[in-house]
């Protein structure tokens, strides 16, 4: 009966710690840090539209919006800055290391029909919610296009990111209105003054 105590107070004391361990708190974020991530690169080009690249207009988005930021006074980590090949991985971790208070990752939709253009946000966890909203209705009410709102989104970048996250979905870039305005007009910085005004707004500024 004493060996038997014994063993079972021995396997109490080895394995109840690991049982009811707690889960590792990630390190506090840095105030009024952004960390932005252009969709897609290297060999993943996303949609295209004509000379129109997808990758290369998030990218073009996000170094707008980075020297936006940067002059309003915010902290911004760049997941990429040229055409690199990226995981889901490599991206979540990046704004993870660096401790990033939110996560926006710049994306243009698609669609066969030249016709088709809205904005559009996506999210994943609870915390992404709020943030998603804002960006879909700042976005939107600045480019002038119809607002398709938020939708649920099984994205490793979203899931795994330790902050508040979304994927921004400016506009079609298939749309040959879309094409129009940014060969012609400043289409691309009005995006990004979108963004800012969203990020702006987020942090109650």
Known sequence: ????????????????????????????????????DAGHGGADSGTSNN????????????????????????KVFMTRRGDE??????????????RASILISIHHN?????????????????SDVALANIVSNEVSNQLGITNHGISRFASGVLLKANMPATISEGFFLTSSNEYNLIKTSYRLDQEANALLSAIQTYFGK
């Open 1 to 36: 009966m004493k060996v038997k105590l014994f063993l079972f107070l021995l396997l109490i004391t080895v394995f109840v710690p690991h049982a009811f361990a707690a889960k590792p708190i990630p390190p506090s974020p840095i105030p009024n840090s952004v960390c932005i």
């Open 51 to 74: 000379d129109l690249i997808e990758k290369n207009v998030n990218l073009d988005v996000a170094i707008l919006l980075e020297t936006k930021l940067t002059g309003a006074g915010y």
């Open 85 to 98: 090949n990226l995981s889901n991985a490599d991206r979540y971790n990046f704004c993870n290391d660096n």
């Open 110 to 126: 698609g669609s066969s029909d030249t016709f088709v253009d809205f904005t559009s946000a996506l999210y994943m966890k609870k």
